[in-house]
């Protein structure tokens, strides 16, 4: 079992910067790929960036060059760095841990922190 817990959400004028934490209940070593995701006021939920125990890293194109995703460690987070923010990046941001078991992949989520951009 794996808990997530994100924090840093909140209100930013456009054109202004977040950083979003998610903290595990487990050594993230341990876990194949971390991730951020969003869902917006009547979306579905998307990938934003995700990063795997390798350190290779992916990105949504609305993310590319603005988002940077990195993974601690040493304090069992990952974190997003949110540049340049828009009012289309509002909506609640979720974190995501893909665990790799012998019985299979299982998916965990913490419970999501808003992100609204507006002036």
């Known amino acids: 079992q794996v808990q997530l817990v994100e924090s840093g959400g909140g209100l930013v004028q456009p054109g202004g910067s977040l950083r979003l934490s998610c903290a595990s209940s487990?050594?993230?070593?341990?876990?194949?790929?971390l991730g951020w995701y969003r869902q917006g006021p009547g979306n579905v939920r998307r990938p934003v960036a995700t990063?795997?125990?390798?350190?290779?890293?992916d990105y949504a194109k609305s993310a590319e060059g603005r988002f940077t995703i990195t993974r601690d460690n040493a304090k069992n987070t990952v974190n997003l760095q949110m540049n340049s923010l828009k009012p289309e990046d509002t909506a609640v941001y979720f974190c995501n841990a893909e665990v790799n078991y012998t019985s299979g992949i299982k998916n965990y989520w913490g419970q999501g922190t808003w992100v609204t951009v507006s002036s």
């Open positions: 990063i795997r125990n390798t350190g290779g890293t």
């Open positions: 487990v050594d993230i070593k341990s876990i194949y790929q």
